[in-house]
Nanobody, 118 residues
């Protein structure tokens, strides 16, 4: 069982930056896609960014050009660099590791709060 622990959240003014980290308790193989999701107070959990096979990225339209997902396999850590933050980015951000091959496997972190003030 792999545990994912997010860190790096906090309070920032609009236009500021934060870098979220997701540390895994064990090595996560390359057939796992790493993703960041977020959930606002009255919203469903939504995909923010996903990294597949190390170089194939998917971003929500609302964060394209502002957020960057990356992964350091040597450190078993994934990152989400968030620039030009907006109040609507306020949410709890969750890290996810999802196996893209058989059998299916899926891990979630506990979440980290990001609050952007206007």
């Amino acid at each position: 069982q792999v545990q994912l622990v997010e860190s790096g959240g906090g309070l920032v003014q609009a236009g500021g930056s934060l870098r979220l980290s997701c540390a895994a308790s064990a090595r996560i193989s390359s057939d796992y896609a790493m993703g960041w999701y977020r959930q606002g107070p009255e919203n469903q959990r939504e995909l923010v960014a996903r990294l597949i096979n190390g170089d194939n990225t998917i971003y929500a339209d609302s964060v394209k050009g502002r957020f960057t997902i990356s992964r350091d396999n040597a450190k078993n850590t994934a990152y989400l660099q968030m620039n030009d933050l907006k109040p609507e980015d306020t949410a709890v951000y969750y890290c996810n590791a999802h196996r893209t091959t058989w059998p299916p496997d899926n891990y979630w972190g506990q979440g980290t709060q990001v609050t952007v003030s206007s």
